[in-house]
């Protein structure tokens, strides 16, 4: 018997021996983030029509035996992200509502379908994966919370649907602004060559080229994400983000120099149905250009715009507690216009996982 026969009878007498799959993995490092929290929850898959895709869903019931509101609150993360980020503001959420969150088709422990590459198409494939979602799951309406770019899908989902949507709230939505035309002709030709290389490639796209030295990298790059959560957001970024990065296409599709949406809101926007309560909730730090979408938006009569001067781009992070209060207060029966309003968070506030 050759060395190589050996080592196989002993894989399959000693199971133990095995490593476990990034699949696995990843629910390990999902898992454990949320017991950390001392958070009870029911996690499934949900099968859709659209390519038989497995959509990855966490449910956490309201810790109250009379619901604050009549519908459920339903988060949208963000590029390269996942449920287990809400931990934090999903805690605080659910003492008030019934709080479902999912990973969009393509991210975290969803299925990895094909998406088209129109750009048009790809962003209907999309948000019709979420209907098809909502519908698997009985939900009459929702309150639906979206994160960067899941608050642009979440945006793309209301203009469609807005019948399904009680309340939309946007945390510091990407693709709203249109790119600054100035930008481009104020770049060297070296800058413009080099961006033209990066966006031959899918954004995370070195992530998975250094492998399992990804955590690590990801540690260097960002020592800040272990005090918002704790040291497993590192291996559940880069696990949920090793995998065929299909959703990570549709950004790309969707996206165009620098990173700017190609279709951006601030041309739809208007179209949404003004019975949709919106509620803009920015982080004063973020990169996101949270005056231009007030500037924008703001004088409507169905929109609500706040900023939290402490945090960044990741506000449910930076301050849970005041990000929660914030949620909750705008799904309250009776909503009323009201002006613009700062919230002023605590410099040192965090909330680690």
Sequence with gaps: ????????????????????????????????????LGIRYLARLIQIPF?????????????????????????????????????????????????HAFDLPGFGRSSRPKFSTDPETAETEMIDSIEQWRDKMNLEKMNLVGHSFGGYLATSYA????????????????????????????????QKSIFWVVQQFNPLAVLRLVGGYGPTLMKRLRPDLALKYSEDVYDYIYLANSKNPTGEVVFKCLSENLGWAKQPMSKRFHALDNTVPVTFIHGERSWIDWK?????????????????????????????????????GSLKEGKTKKGPTVIIAEDDVVTPL
């Design 1 to 36: 018997m050759t060395i190589f026969q050996k080592l196989q009878v002993l894989r399959f007498r000693l199971p133990y021996f095995s490593c476990p799959s990034k699949s696995q993995r990843l629910a390990e490092a999902e898992g454990r983030i949320f017991s950390a």
């Design 51 to 99: 390519k038989n895709t497995e959509i990855s869903t966490v449910t956490v019931n309201c810790e109250q035996p009379s619901p604050k509101t009549a519908y459920p609150i339903v988060l949208v993360h963000g590029f390269g992200a996942g449920v287990a980020l809400w931990g934090s503001a999903i805690k605080r959420l659910a003492q008030f509502q019934t709080v």
């Design 159 to 190: 203009l469609k649907y807005p019948g399904r949507v009680e309340n939309l709230v946007l945390a510091d939505p990407w693709g709203f602004n249109e790119m600054d035309p100035e930008i481009m002709p104020k770049l060297t030709s070296r």
């Design 292 to 328: 231009m979408t007030r500037t924008m938006f703001g004088e409507l009569d169905h929109v609500e715009s706040h900023v939290m001067e402490s945090a960044g781009h990741h506000v449910y992070a930076d301050d849970a507690d005041k990000f929660a209060e914030l949620v909750i």
